[in-house]
C-alpha cells in the first residue's frame, strides 16, 4: 500500500518556525513530483509548494520567500519548513505525490498559528 504519514504540525506563535515532514511508502518515491497544500475551515485546498523529482521548486505567492521545500529521496521524505508564520498559515497541511502511476495524500497535520 501507498502511504504518507505527515508529521510536524502543532501550535505556534507569529512570528515562529515549524518543520513539517512526510514519511513515504510502498512506492518509487524518486520518481514522483511532490507537493504541499493547505486547508483553512471553509477554504479550498491550496498548492502551498511543489518539487519536481529533479528539484524544481515552485511555491505559493503567499509563502514565497518564507517556506521552503525540499525532499530526501534516499529517506524517502518530504519537508517544509516553514518561517516567519503567520495567522493566515493556519489550516492542515497535506503531503502529495503525483507519480506515474497514480496521485496519493496524506491524512494532513493541523498548523496553528496564534497572534
Known amino acids: 500500500q501507498v502511504q504518507l504519514v505527515e508529521s510536524g504540525g502543532g501550535s505556534v506563535q507569529a512570528g515562529g518556525s515549524l518543520k513539517l515532514s512526510c514519511a513515504a511508502s510502498?512506492?518509487?518515491?524518486?520518481?514522483?513530483?511532490m507537493g504541499w497544500y493547505r486547508q483553512a475551515p471553509g477554504n479550498q485546498r491550496d498548492l502551498v509548494s511543489s518539487i519536481t523529482r529533479g528539484g524544481f521548486t515552485n511555491y505559493a505567492d503567499s509563502v514565497l520567500g518564507r517556506f521552503t521545500i525540499s525532499r530526501d529521496d534516499v529517506s524517502n521524505t518530504l519537508y517544509l519548513q516553514m518561517t516567519s508564520l503567520k495567522t493566515e498559515d493556519t489550516a492542515v497541511y497535506y503531503c502529495?505525490?503525483?507519480?506515474?502511476?497514480?496521485?496519493?495524500w496524506g491524512q494532513g497535520t493541523q498548523v496553528t498559528v496564534s497572534s
Open positions: 502529495a505525490a503525483y507519480c506515474p502511476s497514480d496521485n496519493y
Open positions: 510502498g512506492y518509487i518515491f524518486s520518481r514522483c513530483t
